[in-house]
């Protein structure tokens, strides 16, 4: 019903829409609607479509992850300046730090070494040594690329923002990974929101697109066959059959009123927006319904135990949504507060607990994925924040550390099997192959087929920094 | 493309204007070019290049190898390369091939290339002109003008209902009713209707929002309990704003207030919230980022200029060096914010004005090199100071004296009463708790001759089951038969209250968990509650310290008395069981089975709720069982000694002293606080040491009376004897009433700084500055906000970017119309009720939002710079819910006060109430781009499904379409739907149907009649429900 529009009528819509960047992806999917074309055209031949992001709040060892470091046994219950790697703490190798919240009192040297509270065991083929904590994941350690050489600047839980932005708290906030990818790549399924989140987000911001505009927020949905998402049924008793001629009514009324004004791309935009919600209102509880899984996928995301299921049912439903065309699902384990792994003290008790509720279901997602043929297309990341002090806090803790971590990446065009770049020997900083936070999403956004200098605002300027390195050695 | 084509020698050589003067203008213009001229070399244009600098030519056409351009982008050396290392981004290696082939074909450009104008000649930088205008509204009379220049007419008026639908919500954020509708029958004119609203409080709330947006309000924010940015209360800033707008006070008297009330009106409280501006950008982590904050935004909303952009270097595109950045922090570096008490409230939790003050007058502001906190010039001090390039305009701050009650604020008379009540409260308590000690003593001293007979205890509840018994107070407590869950985090303190009989004696059960909250996770049972006094039994898996607790507030005040403390390992998601029994003032608590507690509760017991509380926590509760047992029922076999309650009479005793002696002191402090010479300071420093000192006596008495360790008493005894000694020398140093409570500068901030006089002068800088804002002279104050101002009418700025009037931003669109508007605005005292009623009655603001598909304004003017049609613009988030709120005739009328919770989804008062901070936002409200509180100088305008859903499935939607039909057609009405169409456009969209918007609405009512035959409201709420999800109700046309 919808008249032709004149190129300068066009120009002049799109001009008005510029203030609400929101449209961009919108008018992407009403443009692939009249080209039946495939969204926005990546940059480059992707390797993968789709992102399932899992960050740990709070920030997890990789002392106690997959970074082992005998020497920590070796000089336990020993200060640093005591053993033979002193110069780790030479304050010249503090630059990059950049403090928040001056004396606070967490984030602070810890000089007294703290003995590995874990055993690791080589596993898989690759002989990679993996944390005693994560039986299952270690199984799946061949289609790992595990990159040990992380380091970011903020010594407090503000890193949690810097990991998703990559940028400092004291700089402002920017958009998140998850929402230059949705912007740069739109849409690959009409029924259902393409940018998810779960988990709590408590302690950093709750908003993801920033100056992209809040259509490239996350849309936060729960694992709840009759409620997934914010105002997603009806809070009334209206039928669902009102509803349906209700829409039925609205889309009437919007033609005829489109009919009236043909180059009104505002009207036009929202009745399309009417449909995809009626559409993801349907879809999402669908997702979330896992009637049809068998009893051995679900156990294999630990459905079947309470430590496992609360996670679990998390990925089960990611998996799903992914199978579905979803662009970025990024879930928050241990969020509210500074963050469940945040182990000043008692880390044994803490990451055992905490390992056991992500184990299974992380080792069931990248095995589920694969067996489905998914894993080639699909980019699972792990990431926390920071690693935590080879020196201890208290007599069982361990404090925030952010000059050596390490995270993962499977799937989607990650060689597996790899261990990358390296620590000193007592894991204090990343001294071989050191990759800052936005190298991570230069390789995810390589991988999508896009190209982070060709992502640029007008009047947002955006840093070297900002634009990381891929890291090459371990793609596939 | 180019190197390649041209390594095959097919290539002709990249074009001056189009390929290389765009590298050249945004690697090397900065410095090269009209605002700087660096070793004195321009490179605007390819004949000054070629003309070059102190060290010659920069060019040598045809030879880029001998070309210093060209050696000096290559440069290994960062301090000689261009350009130099920190000082921008390198020239990529594409682009200096790009350069080389251009030289090497001979530096070609067009001949007539015009230089860069002088900076300081830019536009925004000269004072505004008033050019001379044809009769009318200047506004249709200035845009005629351009449009018959392009021969663009204007399209047709809008419709009337349209018209004022827009003149309504635009002025008031509220749509007419139907009975405004049938006052304006009565014809009257715009400019009438216009006042009216302009009077109105609604309009007041309406635009104070708007003001909220660019002014960047935000309610507090932090991590858990510890406020980090904003502060408590601001809410009165937000009010301020209202009641200044709803006196039309004039825009220069609300910065004068804003920058500077503190040291303009220091007195007048009123006017001291104004200063909520500078509340607003607190972060008590950082004072660097706080102030660069505050320069940001200041500079953006106030003079529509980047500040920001000279913090590392001088501005790359304006002619504002650093130095100019941090002679305007210089300003504000001083400044600090306390925290009044008003209203005889003497806890700053419950209600105080945040403003600022200058606290540190001395403190020097150094310049940062590159930006770098820990590398300031020590060389030299910044002293305060504005952009020069904005013309000759007086800056001349002076020290402003400030009055006593100023600096003393403790000597407020409403504060000074509450004080003294709060002590003759607290010793009329004392008294009857010494009364009830005495009686007690004397029963035991004859006991009775025969024990009544026990009786059992009598069940009063079990479980939740009975809704007559419970109501939830505060937070989301969800009650089943066997389970009361809390799952609201938000607040720190939440209440379900237990409505039966007051309780005397009563035994409690309940198996708990405490799920999650931070940092306290503390759950349990107040009992003798009422406004100020209870006593609470709580349990806390607070992760550093978990422990039973037993707490009593006693007039607002709390105690944690260290008997009642026992450490247990309660742990999240980890059930217990409590149970308490109460008689008289014994009570015993047990912990999992076994009895962790024998306490004697306070003397004073007075029957009061029952509450089951948790603090910053989420809990489940069930198997709870409420049991009232016996008066006189023995619950152990301790029957405290004649001894004991002797000693328990002797502390309140001593307590009593204490009090009077403090009553008593109370003048002497008060006096010295007026005048405080030798004599006076002395008094009151002898008579607060006595009070001290009978405190200390009688927390001696009390422990004595509970046995506690004899180490404690042992140093409780010391302490009397050192106040003892003290005594002697009592001094001349005393601790004022407190009147403000200063807010941390920072998280490392002694208590020794915190407590430090307020100062008796201030700096007079930020005076200087509102003075120089204010200035008629200004080219740029008035200018700005007539800007914002005509966006929020229009729906398009004469300037694109709102926050950037310098030469990176976007030229006025029409700036005679600016310029009109600006002068007006001073010349009318800077009334903004003059320039809405301006803009509102001009011919141009009642122009149609949809021109015919063939009018040739598409064409001629596709970007609508002249204004020839009325731009639509989507409804704010507030006006949106406040709309329909107002349709459904519920919207309560209530202005001002404390906000109201975000969770709070039961209010009907406006949406600028809610509680809104980085962290909060009321979700209906959230889905329809509710103000980023960071920065928000226009509303952003997306379209997302999630929207849909909101308008389309909350609760709201559906009680507000049901009671908007109620008002349009009464239950029992027989309207039929045929004319219930016509109204229900008329009302929700500000339009009549169409034919066939009729036929299809009244097809939808009849099907749904068919449906729901006995509920004949129905299909009419239905039809409500769609309109208000039709893109022409959320959106203003």
């Known amino acids: ?476 | 493309m180019w190197p390649l084509l041209f390594l095959l020698g097919t290539a002709p050589p990249p074009d001056y204007t189009t390929v290389i003067k765009p590298i050249l203008a945004l690697r090397c213009r900065a410095c090269h070019g009209g605002l700087n001229q660096k070793g004195g070399l321009r490179t605007d244009t390819a004949a000054l290049l070629l003309e070059g600098g102190n060290s010659g030519p920069s060019l040598v056409a045809g030879n880029s190898a001998e070309s210093p351009l060209v050696r000096r982008i290559q440069k290994q050396d960062g301090k000689q390369r261009m350009p130099p290392e920190h000082e921008g981004e390198m020239v990529s290696s594409t682009d200096l091939d790009l350069i080389r082939q251009w030289i090497d074909a001979g530096a070609k450009a067009p001949d007539l290339e015009k230089a860069e104008s002088d900076p300081s000649k830019h536009w925004a930088f000269q004072p505004p002109k008033k050019s001379a205008i044809g009769p009318g509204n200047p506004i249709d009379s200035i845009l005629e003008k351009a449009r018959s220049e392009k021969k663009i007419p204007t399209t047709s008026s809008a419709a009337s209902g349209l018209l004022w639908r827009r003149l309504f919500i635009d002025l008031t954020g509220l749509p007419p009713t139907r009975e405004q509708l049938a006052i304006l029958a009565n014809p009257k004119t715009i400019a009438q209707t216009a006042d009216t609203l302009l009077a109105s409080d609604a309009h007041a709330e309406r635009w104070a929002r708007h003001f909220m947006d660019i002014w960047r309000y935000s309610d507090w924010w932090g991590l858990g309990a510890e406020v980090r940015n904003s502060q408590k209360h601001i809410w009165h800033w937000r009010d301020w704003i209202i009641d200044s707008i709803r006196r039309d006070k004039p825009y220069d008297q609300m910065i004068r207030e804003m920058f500077a009330a503190d040291e303009l009106y220091p007195t007048d409280q009123e006017k001291l919230r104004a200063t909520g501006l500078l509340v607003r950008p607190y972060f008590i982590f950082n004072r660097n980022s706080w102030m660069e904050e505050t320069i940001e935004h200041l500079g953006k909303g106030f003079l529509g200029l980047t500040l920001n952009c000279a913090r590392c270097h001088d501005h790359k595109y304006d002619p504002i060096s650093q130095v100019d950045y941090y002679r305007f922090r210089a300003i504000f570096e001083p400044y600090q914010i306390r925290r009044d008490l008003v209203k005889g409230e003497l806890d700053p939790e419950k209600d105080a004005v945040p403003r600022i003050f200058d606290c540190n007058l001395d403190l020097k502001t150094r310049r940062f090199i590159r930006g770098d906190e820990a590398n300031p010039d020590t060389s030299k001090v910044m002293e305060p100071g504005v952009p020069t390039v904005l013309g000759k305009i007086p800056f001349d701050p002076k020290r402003i004296p400030l009055a006593q009650q100023v600096h003393q604020p403790g000597l407020n008379p409403t504060l000074v009463k509450a004080y003294r009540e709060r002590i003759q409260g607290q010793l009329s308590l004392e008294e009857k708790a010494l009364a009830a000690a005495k009686i007690t003593l004397e029963n035991a001293k004859t006991p009775p001759t025969t024990k009544p007979p026990q009786k059992s205890p009598t069940l009063l509840t079990k479980g939740f089951a009975d809704p007559k018994l419970w109501k939830v107070h505060s937070g989301t407590w969800l009650l089943a038969p066997n389970m009361a869950t809390q799952s609201n985090t938000k607040d720190l303190r939440t209440e379900l209250h237990y409505l039966g009989a007051p309780l005397t004696d009563f035994e409690l059960k309940a198996n708990m968990r405490i799920t999650g909250g931070d940092p306290y996770r503390s759950v349990g049972f107040a009992f003798d509650a009422s406004d100020a006094n209870e006593n609470l039994l709580y349990a806390s898996a607070h992760a550093p310290d978990p422990k039973v607790q037993f707490s009593t507030i006693r007039a607002g005040v709390a105690s944690y008395p260290e008997k009642g403390r026992i450490a247990k390992p309660i742990v999240l998601n980890q059930d217990f069981t409590l149970r308490i029994r109460v008689q008289a003032t014994t009570m015993l608590v047990d912990y999992n089975g076994s009895q962790i507690l024998h306490y004697t509760l306070p003397m004073d017991r007075k029957p009061g709720l029952l509450k089951l509380i948790t603090y910053t926590a989420t809990t489940q509760i069930n198997d709870f069982e409420l049991w009232e047992l016996p008066t006189g029922i023995q619950l152990d076999n301790k029957i405290p000694s004649l001894e004991t309650l002797a000693k328990k009479v002797k502390a309140f005793e001593a307590k009593c002293l204490a009090l009077r002696a403090e009553l008593a002191g109370f003048d002497p402090v008060l006096a010295a606080m007026r005048n405080p010479s030798a004599s006076n300071t002395q008094s009151a420093a002898k008579a607060q040491i006595e009070t001290e000192f009978l405190t200390a006596q009688a927390d001696l008495a009390k422990m004595v009376g509970e046995g506690v360790a004899l180490e404690k008493i042992k140093s409780q005894e010391k302490t009397v004897l050192d106040l003892a000694k003290k005594k002697l020398n009592p001094g001349t140093t005393f601790k004022p009433l407190v009147g403000s409570y200063k807010a941390k500068e920072s998280n490392q901030e002694s208590q020794e700084s915190l407590d430090k006089p307020f100062p008796t002068q201030s700096s007079g800088r930020r005076t200087a500055l509102a003075q120089w804002l204010t200035s008629r002279e200004h080219p740029l104050t008035a200018r700005v906000i007539v800007n914002h101002v005509w966006t929020r009418h229009m729906g398009q700025p004469l300037v694109k970017s709102v926050f950037d009037f310098g030469r990176k931003g976007k030229a006025p669109i029409n700036q005679e119309l600016l310029d009109w508007l600006a002068l007006d605005l001073m010349e009318h005292n800077y009334s903004l009720k003059h320039l809405h009623r301006m803009i509102v009655t001009s011919n141009t603001y009642a122009l149609a939002a949809d021109p015919p598909l063939d009018h040739p304004g598409w064409k001629l003017d596709p970007e609508n710079k002249t204004f020839w049609y009325k731009v639509p613009q989507r409804l704010e988030s507030e006006s949106i819910r406040d709309g329909l709120l107002h349709l459904s005739g519920t919207l309560d009328p209530k202005v001002g006060g404390p906000t109201l919770s975000s969770n709070d989804s039961q209010s009907s008062r406006r949406s600028l109430y809610f509680f809104h901070s980085h962290n909060e936002d009321q979700r209906f409200l959230a889905q329809f781009d509710s103000p980023n509180v960071l920065d928000c100088y226009r509303r952003e305008e997306s379209i997302v499904p999630q929207q849909a859903l909101a308008l389309f499935n909350s609760k709201i939607s559906r009680d507000l379409s049901q009671k908007i039909a109620d008002r349009i057609a009464p239950k029992a009405s027989m309207m039929t739907p045929d004319d219930f169409v016509n109204h229900a456009f008329q009302w929700i969209l500000g339009q009549p149907p169409g034919s066939l918007e009729k036929r299809v609405c009244v097809q939808a009512m009849e099907e749904w009649s068919r449906s729901t035959p006995k509920d004949s409201q129905r299909p009419r709420t239905n039809l409500i429900h769609t309109l208000i999800n039709h893109n022409d109700f959320i959106t203003l046309r």
């Open chain 1, 1 to 476: 019903m919808i008249g032709p529009i004149s190129l300068a009528n066009r120009r002049h819509f799109l001009g008005r829409s510029c203030l609400g960047f929101g449209s961009l992806a919108l008018n992407a999917m009403l443009s692939q609607k009249a080209q039946g074309g495939s969204g926005l055209m990546p940059h480059a031949v992707p390797k993968a479509k789709s992102v399932i992001w899992l960050f740990m709040n709070g920030g997890t060892s990789h002392l106690e992850s997959f970074d082992p470091k005998p020497e920590l046994d070796k000089y336990a219950g020993k200060t640093i300046s005591e053993t033979p790697y002193k110069d780790v703490q030479n304050p010249n190798r503090f630059k990059d730090l950049r403090v928040v919240a001056k004396g606070d009192a967490n984030g602070q040297q810890r000089h007294r070494l703290l003995a590995r509270q874990i055993g690791f065991q080589k596993r898989g083929q690759c002989g990679i040594p993996v944390s005693d904590w994560y039986p299952h994941l270690g199984s799946m350690i061949d289609e790992m690329a595990i990159v040990k050489s992380m380091w970011t600047t903020d010594d407090n839980h503000g890193a949690q923002t810097q990991f998703h932005s990559g940028r400092h708290m004291l700089d402002g906030e920017f958009p998140n990974l998850g929402a230059w990818v949705h912007y740069g790549l739109g849409t690959l399924n009409e029924n259902l929101p393409q940018f998810i989140s779960m988990g709590t987000r408590e302690y950093w911001n709750k908003r993801d697109g920033h100056y992209l505009g809040p259509s490239h927020d996350a849309v936060p949905v729960k694992v709840d066959t009759a409620n997934p998402l914010d105002f997603g049924r009806p809070e009334s008793d209206m039928t669902f059959a009102e509803q349906k001629s209700a829409f039925g009514l609205l889309d009437k009324l919007g033609t005829i009123a489109a009919t009236r004004r043909p180059y009104d791309r505002d009207l036009e935009a929202r009745l399309q927006s009417y449909e995809l919600a009626f559409r993801m209102q349907k879809s999402l509880p669908e997702v979330m319904d896992f009637a049809k899984e068998t009893e051995a996928t679900r156990n294999l995301y630990g459905l079947d135990r309470s430590e496992t299921r609360p996670f679990g049912q998390q990925l089960l439903a990611t998996r799903r949504l992914v199978e579905k065309g979803v662009r970025f699902v990024q879930i928050q384990h241990g969020g509210g507060g500074a963050g469940a792994w945040d182990a000043h003290e008692g880390l044994k008790g803490n990451h055992a607990t905490l390992c056991q509720q992500t184990d299974k279901p992380m080792a069931g997602l990248l095995l589920d994925l694969k067996r489905r043929g998914l894993l080639e297309t699909t980019l699972v990341v792990w990431a926390t924040e920071f690693g935590r002090t080879p020196g201890t806090q208290g007599s069982t803790g361990r404090d925030h550390h952010p000059f050596a971590f390490s995270i993962w990446m499977a799937g989607g065009g990650i060689k597996g099997g790899v261990a990358h770049g390296a620590t000193d020997e007592i894991g204090f900083h990343a001294v071989e192959n050191r990759h800052y936070v936005t190298d991570v999403h230069a390789t995810i956004l390589h991988l999508m087929g896009l190209d982070s200098r060709k992502l640029e605002i007008p009047e947002r300027k955006r840093l070297e920094i900002d634009h990381g390195q891929v890291i090459r050695e371990i793609l596939a």
